[in-house]
């Protein structure tokens, strides 16, 4: 059955580092894969989107990796702060899908001042 | 602009009753999404409408669940003889297209089932 693994494991990083993220998945063939942002009582919210053609993607701080040879992604956030302090999640998609996504159960990430 | 609204934000019903969730997606979005997470789990996608008609349903774990969008905006997801085990945050998210593309997630509806 298809699986997607995030470490569920909190990740405790000092402000200024950068926190790494991972995302693998098995019986999956995604066409693309997003990552969220979720705080606390709050619904997702979209931080970026890379395509299985894409090797790479980076917006402000933040960066993604994406290899299908490996199935799986790498989530980095540079010069971290203790606003980064969220939950991660990964979300993949297939062609023809209609956009539907299939969520991993995320991690948590502590950036301590 | 006006982003993704859910209502209630915070349901709590008994065990066997019948209870409706709303979603208000952003105007002019024609894609929408339903999503179920439990604590500590991910969303799991439960339906989602391109325009009015449900594109895919088979996220629904049962026929307990039913959803509609009859006027390819506001959705309605409806869970009869609620369980116990419906208790979770229902989570809505609507696109601009069922393209590829980002999704835009409301608050959640926090459903608590005694």
């Known amino acids: 059955s298809q699986k997607i693994e995030q470490n569920s494991e909190a990740l405790n990083i000092q402000e200024g580092k950068t926190a790494t993220l991972t995302c693998n998945y098995t019986?999956?063939?995604?066409?693309?894969l997003q990552w969220y942002r979720q705080d606390p009582g709050r619904g997702p919210v979209f931080l970026l989107l890379?395509?299985?053609?894409?090797k790479e993607k980076r917006k402000e701080r933040l960066k993604v990796t994406f290899d299908t040879t490996l199935k799986q992604s790498l989530f980095h956030i540079t010069a971290s702060q203790p606003a980064d302090s969220a939950t991660y999640l990964c979300?993949?998609?297939?062609?023809?899908?209609?956009?539907?996504?299939?969520f991993g159960g995320g991690t948590r990430l502590m950036v301590k001042p | 602009g006006a982003g993704v609204s859910q209502t209630p934000s915070n349901k709590v019903t008994e065990k066997g009753k019948y209870v409706e969730l709303r979603c208000d997606p952003i105007?002019?979005?024609?894609?929408l999404y339903w999503y179920r997470q439990s604590l500590g789990q991910g969303p799991e996608f439960l339906i989602y409408?391109?325009?009015?008609?449900?594109?895919?349903d088979s996220g629904l774990p049962n026929d307990r669940f039913f959803a509609v969008r009859p006027e390819g905006s506001v959705s309605t997801l409806k869970i009869q003889r609620t369980e116990r085990g419906d208790s979770a945050v229902y989570l809505c998210?609507?696109?601009?297209?069922?393209?590829?593309?980002?999704?835009?997630f409301g608050p959640g509806t926090r459903l608590t089932v005694l």
């Open positions: 979300a993949l998609g297939r062609d023809n899908a209609g956009n539907m996504l299939t």
């Open positions: 019986n999956y063939s995604p066409a693309y």
């Open positions: 409408f391109q325009g009015t008609g449900a594109a895919d």
């Open positions: 890379i395509r299985e053609n894409e």
């Open positions: 105007s002019g979005h024609t894609a």
């Open positions: 998210a609507s696109s601009r297209t069922a393209g590829i593309n980002e999704q835009f």
